[in-house]
């Protein structure tokens, strides 16, 4: 089981550090900088595996990143916000579905 904690938590980190990266490419420098707090707290801990989908509300409802969900839905400009001006920059590289 260990192995298995040990794949999840590298699985974890790739995807929170594309997720960090994808946020500086669309100008979201508050929403970055909220989200690599509060990844380096989720990261020094260590958790239990969630098993069950009552596991895994339980644990949301402990609220223990619910000051930086605040913060980063504070941020300004948004992340709507920052998606469309990044739309807007390169527009040219999008294609439209019609």
């Known amino acids: 089981m260990a192995g298995t904690c040990s794949i999840s938590k590298i699985v974890v980190l790739k995807h929170l550090q594309e997720t960090v990266d994808a946020l500086a490419l669309l100008g979201a420098s508050c929403q970055q900088q909220v989200l690599r707090v509060a ?3 989720y990261v020094g801990r260590t958790r239990a595996a969630i098993k069950t989908v009552e596991e895994f509300c339980a644990a949301g409802l402990e609220g223990e990143f619910s000051a930086f969900n605040s913060r980063f ?26």
Not at 74 to 97: D, G, K, N
């Open 73 to 98: 839905h504070a941020c300004s400009p948004s992340l709507q916000e920052c998606h469309e001006a990044y739309l807007t920059r390169h527009q040219s590289l999008f294609v439209a579905i019609i």
């Open 39 to 41: 990844s380096e707290i």
